[in-house]
């Protein structure tokens, strides 16, 4: 009897055990139905995305991206182009055709000899002041000497140079041609040989001639037209940052329609202040430039308005409608 119930209590308890390892291999296997989403399926995360993704990303999120410019020496400004022609497009104080403008005329300033590559900048706006012509900086340009190329008139000038040339030397010969003949007539020998006797020295020809008044006009007349086309092909750079940023008090809105641009030179901002120059006007279009222009050649520095200059304004000159003083020139210890 006493085994009998023994049976009867182990088989109870083996039938427990088994429904517990049921039950908990099953509460293993598949999660509880009131677990939240979020724990059973956690994304996997990615530290590196590539950059690409990143932008993406970023635009889809945020929009396009504002585009940014760079600034410069003179800040931001509206774009402007350099053609073959010259300078074109809208071109304000802080743009980089500016920039580059001023960069080729530091380098040309200091390559070469100044009153040779640099000339002073006014415009003047008869609207605004007939007698009035303002100070806008200073163009620079490779001198003539190194960008002409002989036309053929000049080629055929040539021998005229050459035969002028030997007739320097030759009145050399002649003065000095009985002392010559002195020292060297007892090795004469018969007509078809010569014998070299010496040499003979005089001052250059270009430091004995004075050049004919026509021939000074010519050369001062190219000289003009050399920077007149250097003015001409940065004339709309000058004209927008004179008008625009400089001094639009004067030059800018409705006096805008008649700028000119006159020139004078190099580095005479103080002879012209004390009425001892004229300025020149220059006239002529980009589209008459040569086909070989090269902008690389031609600089422009911009005058900059300081302290009390902004709203006084800086050096401005009076003259005439030729470019006349139309004062007694003075010296600056006078009275102004």
Known sequence: MLLYVTLILL????ESIQGFVSLSSSSTMRPSSSAPLDHQRRP??????????????KKKKGGVPKKTTSGGGFGAA?????TSSGISGQSGSGSKVLRKA?????????????????????????????????FVGKIARVPRCETTTPQPSQEEEEPDAT??????????????KRLILDYSK????????????GKIARVPRCETT????SEESDATQAEFQHFCQAAVAQKRLILDYSKDQLRPQNLGGKYASTLEVWLAPADSEM????????????????SDLPTTWDPNHVGYNPEIYIGDEVTKGGLRVERDENGHPTKKAFDVNQSM
């Open 102 to 134: 001023a960069n080729n005329f530091d380098r040309l300033r200091k390559d070469y000899d100044v009153q040779s590559c640099c000339r002073d900048v006014y415009v003047r706006s008869p609207l605004n002041s007939e007698s009035t012509f303002w």
């Open 210 to 213: 004075t050049p004919r008044p």
């Open 271 to 286: 002879d012209a202040a004390t009425n001892k120059i004229s300025l020149q006007k220059v006239t002529g279009r980009a």
């Open 78 to 82: 509206p774009a402007a182009t350099v």
């Open 186 to 197: 007892d090795q004469l020998r018969p007509e078809s040989t010569f014998w070299f006797v």
């Open 11 to 14: 088989a109870l308890q083996l």
């Open 44 to 57: 996997h995360y990615h530290p590196h995305r590539p950059s690409s993704e990143l932008t993406a990303v």
């Open 163 to 176: 035969e002028a040339e030997f007739q320097h030397f030759c009145q050399a010969a002649v003065a000095q």
